[in-house]
């Protein structure tokens, strides 16, 4: 491997005057630069990003620290992260917090130790963890917050506008005559967000509400499933608040004996090829999330590099894709009364 040593000697200068020259000391001699930078060129020689950068006390480094890797649009975001970093000469560090909110602090603590120079995270429970994570030590650690459905009072924010989408998907299922709809959730910000969302959007359609179930594990949305579709007044149409969720839910309707949408429709956030490969493909509220990290990214980039003229927040706005999941409400019998 070349070193710094070869290119001195090969320019018949100093190991010091290398240096310089890397770091583009402004006192080096036009020809003494010339000769450097021609040997650098004939060795092919790569400095090594790390020393340069002890002085200045930069990595050219950003963490990006994601609520749980087991997300389908988890490799679109850490894709559209990359395609903003390198475009700007920075490095990305994926972290996992598998929906473990001391993981996520943890990670936070050794992405400063390593001095990542700002930080992209996807949060896992309140946000305000994540806040006073960033704000230890010295000086606050730049971070943008990515996936949050309304803007941070204090850290720049990466929001998804998903209130048309939401809005779109409850009338599509008024339409088809569903009245009683079920949305099974977790315990994060975003679900807990969706679910006030879905509520608001139920009662501008007329209906009093949906029956919420919180759920602490993705693998308790089975057995959830199941008891509310074999309950005596079972929802006609249930909603999946996370895209993780999708696929024990739908074990669950399998596990009452049922079939989406002949005997309830399902809809679920987030987009995969999973969801497209279902027989029938599933109905889905999703942003593009390769575009959305991305945008997340070059905001962080701008905010490292000082640019005063970035904006503190970013927007994507979701939509509502109609496949195969959702159909009119079923005929079913109750108290004499066909629904």
Known sequence: ????????????????????????????????????????????????????????????????????????????????????????????????????????????????????????VFPVGPRTSVVNAVSEGDAPMPTVLIGQTAPHAFLPTAVVDEGPAVEEAIGHLASLGHRRIAVVTSRTYTNQSRGRMFQAALRRCGMDGATSVVVEEWQDAVEVTRDLLTSDDPPTAIIAGTHGLAPWVIQGIRAAGKRYPDDASFVAFGESDWALAFDPPLNVIAVDFYTHTRDAAALLIRMLKGDESAPRNVSHQSVYSRRGSVGPVPALKHSGEQR
């Open 1 to 120: 491997m070349v070193t710094i040593r070869d290119v001195a000697k090969r320019a018949q200068v100093s190991v010091g005057t290398v240096s310089r020259v890397l770091n583009e000391h402004p006192k080096v001699r036009p020809v003494t630069r010339r000769v450097v930078l021609q040997a650098i060129e004939e060795l092919g020689y790569r400095p090594n990003a790390m020393a340069r950068n002890l002085r200045s006390s930069r990595t050219d480094v950003i963490g990006l620290l994601f609520h749980d890797l087991a997300q389908p649009m988890a490799i679109r975001s850490v894709r559209g992260a990359e395609e903003a970093a390198s475009a700007s000469g920075y490095g990305v560090l994926v972290t996992d917090a598998q929906g473990d909110a001391d993981k996520q602090e943890e990670h936070i603590r050794r992405l400063r130790e390593r001095r990542a120079d700002g930080l992209i």
